[in-house]
């Protein structure tokens, strides 16, 4: 359906197939009750683990080392049940492995991420704080040195995976002399590290997401990441994370018009199966349209992130297209459903509601639009 199958080569379709597998096994039997109750499934962490998708792009340190495209598609399998389900494994990989496998001493990764690959050590990234979103540079985290180690002090808000996070990747104002802003390794159970869930949440229910307070932690000099100084080690963390969502937003895309395809086969009104209307038709059309592009552009994007030839504001474009693509997708999927595309059986407008988030995390779409914007100007305008 979405234009790919000749795009990508075995080993790739194999592990999409995997990974589908397990959702269609493990997750789609529960994931409407888990986002009614707003739990996630923190049980089957080692199934999911088993499958190798824990940091499986990275080379060594027990990662799989598989292409970006393959890791683009299990994204897309997951997120076809759930958005929490990618989060999950985005954050993990995408910027908690990520931020120690690129700027981390040897030392660390080869006590963090083999079992971080393996599910026994689960991460989270603490970069977004309460007053600043879209603009890391104003953070008020700030670390301090107190004689050979590191006190911080600060808050981090919307943090995913951080109830469950073994350890947290704090980004936080070291002061110039220092470096500026700086990454560190902190580990759960260091005095003054605090958890707190983010209760009332309509979007991302199936999924831990989490505020963490910092007072006076001290984090020894051997958990700072060595290689990351100033925005660029963030940054590029949120760059590769992107890759991820915008597959799978994908997923959520597909999900929907199935479910619309199917539904309108089925409702008969006026006499007739609504599928046999025109504009009915004609919505579907328009979908079906949208996502064999994003699916294209996507395996495109994902060689030229092997080749190591892609560009930041050409990720700034895959997931801006690819999120406002599947988020107005879901929205005429649920009103092809009508009424019954409220409900959570239909899973429509659970996906609707996830997608809402991911327009906006990693990068809202009005700063994806301004890097696009800078890229074709050579004018800033944030």
């Not at 759960?188 to 999924?207: M, T, Y």
Request: net charge negative; glycine share 10%; hydrophobic share 40%.
């Amino acid at each position: 359906m979405i234009g790919w199958a000749d795009l990508i080569n075995d080993d790739e379709r194999a592990i999409q197939d995997m990974v589908g597998r397990f959702v269609s096994t493990h997750c789609m039997p529960r994931i409407t009750k888990d986002f009614e109750d707003g739990q996630f499934a923190d049980e089957l962490i080692p199934e999911i683990a088993k499958l190798g998708v824990l940091g499986a792009d990275l080379q060594g340190y027990g990662c799989a080392g598989i292409s970006p495209v393959a890791y683009g598609l299990a994204c897309h399998e997951l997120e076809y049940c759930d958005a929490g389900w990618r989060s999950f494994v985005s954050v993990q990989t995408s910027l908690a492995m990520y931020a120690i496998w690129r700027w981390g001493s040897e030392e660390q990764k080869q006590r963090w991420l083999p079992d971080m690959a393996a599910g026994r050590v689960i991460g989270c990234f603490g970069l977004t704080e309460p007053d600043h979103g879209s603009d890391p540079s104003g953070m008020k985290t700030h670390a301090r040195k107190k004689g050979s180690d590191w006190s911080l002090t600060g808050n981090k808000m919307w943090i995913t995976n951080a109830q469950i996070a073994d350890i947290a990747i704090i980004w936080a104002q070291t002061g110039s002399d220092s470096g500026g802003i700086r990454g560190f390794i902190v580990e759960r159970g260091s005095k003054g590290f605090d958890v707190l869930s983010i209760p009332h949440k309509l979007s991302l229910r199936a999924s831990h997401t989490g505020a963490i307070h910092l007072d006076d932690v001290c984090v020894p000099e051997e958990n700072r990441l060595p290689d990351a100084q100033g925005l660029r080690g963030p940054l590029a963390c949120l760059n590769n994370a992107r890759f991820g969502v915008s597959f799978g937003a994908l997923g959520s895309a597909r999900f929907c018009l199935e479910r619309a395809i199917e539904y309108s086969v089925e409702r008969k009104q006026f006499g007739v199966p609504i599928a046999q209307k025109q504009l009915i038709q004609a919505h579907l059309a328009d979908i079906i349209t949208e996502v064999v592009k994003a699916g294209i552009l996507s395996i495109h994007f994902g060689r030229q992130k092997a080749s190591r030839t892609l560009l930041p504001a050409q990720v700034s474009l895959l997931k801006r297209n690819n999120c406002r693509m599947a988020l107005e997708s879901a929205r005429i999927c649920r009103s092809i459903l009508g009424a019954n595309g409220i409900t959570t059986d239909a899973g429509i407008l659970r996906h609707a509601l996830n997608l809402e988030s991911t327009y906006t995390y990693e990068g809202t779409h009005e700063i994806h639009t301004l890097v696009l914007g800078e890229a074709l100007t050579g004018e800033r305008a944030y």
